[in-house]
């Protein structure tokens, strides 16, 4: 069965560095997702592409964050300075139409 | 925002056990989904029931959905060491944007 590929797996960075998160998402899937899941929380929307266009990113906190999705493609989600509140679990998902969201394994994220 | 509310927060039962967690929400939904969450991984699909169902089942799963009372609950039957993860629910406001609770987390003692 097809997967929604992410890397890394973990990453380590000291706060005010920068960190990029890679996705791609199932073939076809015109529809890509980035969550960010807190421990011990559900996972919360940060953006949402259809295709290479943003539709939703009213949850990203663009004075830090920053996602692309050029080609309709494969995806990067940055954050540029990091700050220890951004530990988290960054979820990647995609999905064709209204069908059911595909998950990646994520990238566990640690501020030191 | 998470518009939904997953009770209990933990549940622990033997291996051949129903398990059973409930979801509250608060605003219309066009459907609710369940997903599962092994430890470290990504969520899972599991079911996804409309808005304009009651009843849904798949497998050992059993989704009921009350649209009157703005919930809905998830029925394991026969729990296997396997069930042990966390789940979650997941409401569509007709926008293709799926608002998470926070989980039940499961865990099937042998």
């Known amino acids: 069965e097809a997967e929604v590929a992410q890397s890394p797996r973990y990453k380590i960075t000291e706060k005010s560095q920068a960190v990029a998160f890679w996705c791609d998402p199932i073939?076809?899937?015109?529809?890509l997702y980035w969550y960010r899941q807190i421990l011990g929380q559900g996972p919360e929307l940060l953006v949402q592409?259809?295709?290479?266009?943003?539709?939703?990113d009213s949850q990203l906190p663009k004075d830090r964050f920053s996602a692309e999705r050029l080609k309709g493609v494969d995806s990067t989600l940055k954050i540029q300075p990091a700050e220890l509140g951004d530990s988290a679990m960054y979820l990647c998902?995609?999905?064709?139409?209204?069908?059911?969201?595909?998950f990646g394994n994520g990238t566990r994220l640690t501020v030191t | 925002s998470q518009q939904g509310e997953e009770d209990p927060q933990a549940l622990s039962i033997q291996e051949g056990e129903n398990a059973t967690m409930n979801c509250s929400y608060k605003?219309?939904?066009?459907?609710l989904q369940w997903y599962r969450q092994n430890s470290g991984r990504g969520l899972v699909h599991l079911i996804l029931?409309?808005?304009?169902?009651r009843e849904k089942h798949s497998g050992r799963l059993r989704v009921t959905l009350d649209t009157s009372k703005k919930s809905s609950s998830l029925l394991i039957t026969a729990s296997r060491a396997a069930d042990t993860a966390s789940y979650f629910c997941?409401?569509?406001?007709?926008?293709?944007?799926?608002?998470f609770g926070a989980g039940t987390t499961v865990t099937v003692r042998a």
């Open positions: 998902a995609s999905n064709g139409g209204d069908s059911p969201l595909h």
């Open positions: 073939s076809g899937h015109a529809t």
């Open positions: 592409f259809q295709d290479e266009s943003v539709v939703d």
């Open positions: 605003t219309s939904i066009n459907n």
């Open positions: 029931i409309r808005s304009n169902e």
């Open positions: 997941a409401t569509d406001q007709n926008d293709y944007k799926l608002s």
